[in-house]
């Protein structure tokens, strides 16, 4: 199982980025995939899932409701989270991550991680 995230960089607030998080080496289409940050001092958190339920269910923290979309090209492997309205509270590393369940949200113990990619918001 392969999980790379990117797209990160540095915005300013009010702006907007789009993650990508491409995976390989497993079943794509059955299962669940993730995104967590983690911003310095702080704990990982879950911020968002897309799972592979087939009704396109979702999973966003209360922090990014209204701002983050996170959909899924299947065709391509790859899950975006596309982050709008940037405030400086959003700046961390952002991973994507999977448990090989089909289930959102995905738990922070998830067993397969990608490499994150920072994202910093400037005010």
């Known amino acids: 199982v392969q999980l790379q995230a990117s797209g990160g960089g540095l915005v300013q607030v009010g702006g907007s980025l789009r993650l990508s998080c491409a995976a390989s080496g497993f079943t794509w289409d059955y299962y669940a995939i993730g995104w967590f940050r983690q911003a310095p001092g702080k704990e990982r958190e879950a911020v968002s899932c897309?799972?592979?339920?087939?009704?396109?269910?979702?999973f966003y923290v209360d922090s990014v409701k209204g701002r983050f979309t996170v959909s899924r090209d299947n065709a391509k492997n790859t899950v975006y989270l596309q982050m709008n309205s940037l405030k400086p509270e959003d700046t961390a590393v952002y991973y994507c991550?999977?448990?090989?369940?089909?289930?959102?949200?995905?738990?922070?113990?998830?067993?397969?991680w990608g490499k994150g990619t920072q994202v910093t918001v400037s005010s």
């Open positions: 991550a999977t448990e090989l369940s089909w289930y959102c949200p995905i738990p922070v113990t998830a067993q397969y």
């Open positions: 897309f799972s592979s339920s087939g009704d396109g269910s979702t």
